[in-house]
């Protein structure tokens, strides 16, 4: 009788083993292998094609004591971190008032969501297409608009002190509608009873707001901020479409992405594409922004309503 008990147990265990293979052989191939790989690639002096040789650290002392590179490669984390200010502080808050408002069905809220939600439908290659037309120098409607009123026009995303301002407002409009789903989400898993009892009890709308609303989306909040903490520092399409490869007027549009790109694909350092150097990039973005997460979700896990 044990016997035969055992015998099922292995061979459901040996069913669960065949039912995560795949899985873990997709994982493995696409996502662990070249994890690894990268990472021995940034020790190596590989240009993409022929052979290599390893070179230690060589690549990562480039990074960070190269006169011509590191001032470029510091200028575009500083835009990422720049960006990611502006999550923490402007957009995420931005999407959380936007859900609490549609949550109260305010008054055409059927028109703002289609505004919001329709960046989701199409891609970054068409947001960034917009967003030219509107402020191209020569054509764009903002120009025109300026123009017909009798001010004075902008060079827009050719002025470096008014180019990253611009992009957050891209931003904000293509990657609105993603977190306010979220946040809305969150709003409408909140029992009813606890909204009723708050009414019964005279609560006020701004006391269920900061008393229920806010504390019970914390953690929508947490993982809101996470994802697009993420999102900021890996941040590559919108730019490079409205400021090139070259990171737009005096590195205004540089992320490190961008900078990955030119270096690695193009002819920034040695005149000739550079894989080893560009996993090396790679390698250093990869730390930092273990670091930053592992940081922030440190200090979002003490505001956690469940904990």
Same mark, same amino acid.
């Given at each position: ?37 990268? %990472?021995? /690639?940034?020790?190596?002096? $590989?240009? !993409? ?7 230690? +650290?060589?690549?990562? @002392? ?86 017909? %009123?009798? /001010?004075?026009?902008?060079? $827009?995303? !050719? ?7 611009? +992009?957050?407002?891209? @931003? ?55 994802m697009s903490t993420i999102w900021a520092l890996a941040i590559f399409d919108l730019p490079y479409m ?25 002819? !920034? ?7 080893g150097f560009g996993a090396a990039i790679c390698v250093v973005m990869f730390v930092i922004m273990l ?17």
């Amino acid at each position: 009788m044990s016997g035969t008990m055992v015998r099922k147990k292995h061979h459901k265990s040996r069913n669960y083993r065949l039912f995560i293979l795949p899985a873990l052989i997709f994982y493995t191939v696409f996502i662990a292998f070249p994890i690894v790989y990268g %990472l021995f /690639l940034g020790f190596t002096d $590989w240009s !993409g094609v022929g052979s290599f040789n390893i070179v230690g +650290l060589k690549n990562f @002392i480039t990074i960070f004591t190269d006169e011509r590179f590191t001032p470029t490669f510091f200028n575009a984390l500083i835009n990422n971190f720049k960006y990611l200010i502006c999550v923490w502080i402007i957009i995420t808050p931005l999407q959380y008032l936007l859900a609490y408002l549609l949550y109260l069905k305010i008054p055409g809220r059927k028109y703002i969501q289609f505004m919001l939600f329709l960046p989701q439908v199409i891609s970054s290659a068409i947001v960034g297409f917009f967003a030219t037309l509107v402020f191209d120098p020569n054509i764009g409607f903002a120009n025109s608009l300026l123009s017909t %009123l009798g /001010l004075e026009e902008s060079a $827009w995303f !050719g002025d470096p002190n008014m180019a990253f301002k611009l +992009l957050i407002i891209v @931003i904000i409009w293509q990657s609105t509608g993603t977190g306010i789903m979220i946040f809305y989400a969150n709003f409408m898993d909140i029992s009813s009873d606890v909204m009723e009892a708050s009414k019964v009890d005279g609560c006020t709308e701004v006391q269920r707001f900061f008393h229920i609303m806010l504390p019970m989306s914390l953690p929508a909040a947490s993982s809101n901020i996470t994802m697009s903490t993420i999102w900021a520092l890996a941040i590559f399409d919108l730019p490079y479409m409205l400021g090139g490869s070259e990171g737009g007027v005096s590195g205004s549009l540089d992320f490190d992405n961008i900078v990955f790109y030119r270096y690695t694909f193009g002819t !920034g350092l040695n005149g000739k594409s550079d894989m080893g150097f560009g996993a090396a990039i790679c390698v250093v973005m990869f730390v930092i922004m273990l670091i930053v997460t592992v940081i922030q979700n440190r200090v979002l896990a003490r505001f956690d309503y469940n904990s």
